[in-house]
């Protein structure tokens, strides 16, 4: 199935590579007795749990939404470079900070951005999160707030400041601007995985 078909100019998205970052959620460790840390600065399992739970529940709550049109492949990563899977043993894995942890998923249904904005308004109760997916050609990021908007690409305050870049043909993203670069080199690398 290809990426994109072209249609007038228009470009229609088939398969869908997704990145969100669930701030509030994992913020809420902060708010632990022990802040979710034990005597040595690591997080303690509870809290791995915990946050490892609650991504599990977000991709939940979005599969049903869709209609189950999601890869089997969810991938986690917080700073790029190492990739590893949401799966049974995701608790087990050292992150630093859970709230820089993005969660990487494929969505295998034809979708567009509006569409994928109002799943992410209609999820009020993972708080406040940010989101970056494709809409029509270019990759925009959006920051959620309690079913409202923060900022970003759909909140109406200059959309240019939003859209990270263009999405080519194989589904990565070549940046407009050099400050999204390192993003965009893990939402790459996401997409070259996902779409394996």
Known sequence: MPWNLTNK???????VVISVCLTTDMLALEDWDDGGFDEDGAYTQEAKDYAIGRMKVFIDDIGDKIGGFIGEKILLS?????FHELNEKANTIEFKYYDNVN????LTKEISGEEVNSIFLDMP???QF?????NDDELIGQSYDFGEYDTGYFAGFGSGN???GQIKDDGTVKPFDERFEEDLKAYNKAVEILKE
């Open 9 to 15: 100019n228009k470009v229609v998205t088939s398969r």
């Open 78 to 82: 917080d700073n790029g470079k190492d």
């Open 103 to 106: 969660i990487h998923f494929l």
């Open 125 to 127: 109760d993972f708080g």
């Open 130 to 134: 940010i989101a970056m997916f494709p």
């Open 162 to 164: 939003y859209i990270r």
